[in-house]
Nanobody, 118 residues
Framework: VQLQASGGGWVQAGGSLRLSCAPS????????MGWYHQAPGKQRELVAT???????NYVDSVKGRFTLSRDSAKNTVSLEMNSLKPEDTGVYYC?????????????WGQGTQVTVSS
């Protein structure tokens, strides 16, 4: 599964950005799609995910500010980011997780930079 991420950019604190992600070609059924954030000098961390049943999970730091939307039929996912803070700065990676033959396989997009200035 090859994922293409778009969106991101530079914004002042309090602003908004939207990230989008889609497979570059037709993909098998994906169980979970979501976004991860890697701040400068830190490990990649989960931001939000959505499974095939419509359950969406957010990390506490983005609840009420970020909204994840997923189209399971098209295997696309977007992340609407509002009230952005400088600590939201970093590279955002789209993720797709497939459960097959008893194991999880993870696929990653190329990453898109988000910079929030204070």
């Amino acid at each position: 599964v090859q994922l293409q991420a778009s969106g991101g950019g530079w914004v002042q604190a309090g602003g908004s950005l939207r990230l989008s992600c889609a497979p570059s070609k037709s993909a098998p059924n994906i169980n979970i799609m979501g976004w991860y954030h890697q701040a400068p000098g830190k490990q990649r961390e989960l931001v939000a995910t959505a499974n095939n049943f419509g359950h969406i999970n957010y990390v506490d730091s983005v609840k009420g500010r970020f909204t994840l939307s997923r189209d399971s039929a098209k295997n696309t996912v977007s992340l609407e980011m509002n009230s952005l803070k400088p600590e939201d700065t970093g590279v955002y990676y789209c993720n797709a997780a497939l459960f097959h033959s008893g194991t999880w396989k993870h696929y990653w997009g190329q990453g898109t930079q988000v910079t929030v200035s204070s």
